[in-house]
């Protein structure tokens, strides 16, 4: 049985986005939600706004593509940086819970 409650406003999916519920698969990783989210245009301008960047388990995105994720898996870690600076000009302040470090820790 499939736990069922209300979605709030935090948790409902951008317009035209995929449904937020799919009974059956929110135990799983939608990589056709993960993809539509990645393809929502994205504007110069809301860019440059970008002054604070955070990623972390509570984030409103990740249960948009895997409703039930329990934080064990790798699929969410950010990977790499690469590109940030030029993609986000104004960024500040950084905030990173999902992480690897491609280096040994000392």
């Known amino acids: 049985m499939t736990p069922q409650r209300r979605v709030g406003?935090?948790?409902?999916?951008?317009?035209g986005a995929l449904p937020y519920w799919d009974n059956g698969r929110d135990y799983e990783y939608r990589e056709e939600a993960a993809e539509d989210l990645l393809a929502r245009p994205v504007t110069a301008a809301q860019l440059a706004g970008v002054r604070s960047l955070s990623w972390h388990t509570s984030s409103a995105a990740t249960p948009?593509?895997?409703?039930y994720w329990d934080g064990e898996s790798a699929d969410f870690d950010v990977m790499s940086l690469e590109g940030i600076a030029g993609a986000l000009p104004n960024l500040t302040?950084?905030?990173?819970?999902l992480?690897?470090?491609?280096?040994?820790p000392r």
Not at 9 to 15: F, S
Not at 64 to 67: N, T
Not at 93 to 97: A, I, M, P, Q, S
């Open 9 to 15: 406003p935090r948790h409902r999916a951008p317009d």
């Open 64 to 67: 948009l593509i895997w409703r």
């Open 93 to 97: 302040v950084l905030r990173l819970e």
């Open 99 to 104: 992480s690897r470090s491609r280096t040994s």
